[in-house]
């Protein structure tokens, strides 16, 4: 089932020197129930792409749609909160809120009742396989891996279908990265969510169902993986 559709999309950005086209025309759609990867140079225009299904910003030619609605007659906060979801290789994690309250963090912003999000982010940490001894612990005390599992479990707050990640192992040694991307690949087969991946790790590409690969703000090739 289709959950993003990209329509001749198109972006450039603009400086005082010059006139960059980032997208030329993109069209594409995303399925729910798969895993993405989105390859290319930097500058490419992959970042550009993952920034604009993020709800950051909106196409200045073209159209996005999330589940068949424009999303730039959306709120693009209240889309950020309860429908598209960025897991960052920075982790972004607020220092001073404990794993839990980092994971409760966008349901707080939705107005969820307070123990209700407690015990949502308790079960959201234990689905991506934290342990209890690390619910009140602050970032700082826990590993790399770890706090990429805060950051997943942060992002399914919401019942969020659509995970959009940014490098999400590019701080992370090969076997938290691998447990990163299997974790990640079960949100899209078991979970039905659409994960999104803009990677040069090609032990990422290798795992996913479907490798975009842009080049100089183009879809160049779609390859379909038998994973």
Not at 94 to 120: H, Q, W
Not at 153 to 181: C, F, H, Q, W, Y
Request: aromatic share 6%.
């Amino acid at each position: 089932m289709s959950i993003l559709e990209l329509k001749d999309v198109k972006y450039t950005y603009h400086n005082q020197y010059q006139s960059v086209d980032a997208l030329k025309g993109v069209s594409y759609t995303f399925k729910k129930g798969k895993m993405y990867a989105v390859v290319g140079k930097s500058g490419s225009g992959k970042s550009t792409m993952l920034s604009l299904l993020a709800g950051l910003d909106v196409p200045q030619d073209g159209e996005i749609k999330y589940e068949g609605k424009s999303v730039k007659s959306m709120d693009l906060n209240e889309y950020r909160r309860t429908k598209a979801a960025v897991i960052y290789q920075d982790f972004k994690l607020f220092p001073l809120l404990t794993v839990v309250e980092n994971i409760m963090y966008p349901m707080e912003l939705c107005k969820v009742k307070g123990s209700d999000a407690k015990e949502r982010a308790k079960e959201l940490a234990k689905k991506v396989a934290l342990p209890e001894a690390l619910f009140n612990r602050f970032p700082g005390m826990i590993s790399g891996g770890e706090q990429q599992r805060v950051s997943i479990a942060r992002a399914l707050s919401m019942d969020r279908k659509l995970i959009l990640a940014d490098e999400p192992t590019g701080n992370l040694d090969s076997e938290n990265g691998n447990n990163i991307i299997d974790i990640l690949k079960r949100l899209a087969h078991e979970d039905n969510c659409c994960v999104i991946i803009a990677t040069h790790d090609l032990g990422i590409v290798e795992k996913t169902d479907v490798v975009i690969s842009i080049v100089d703000g183009t879809i160049a090739e779609i390859k379909e993986n038998n994973v």
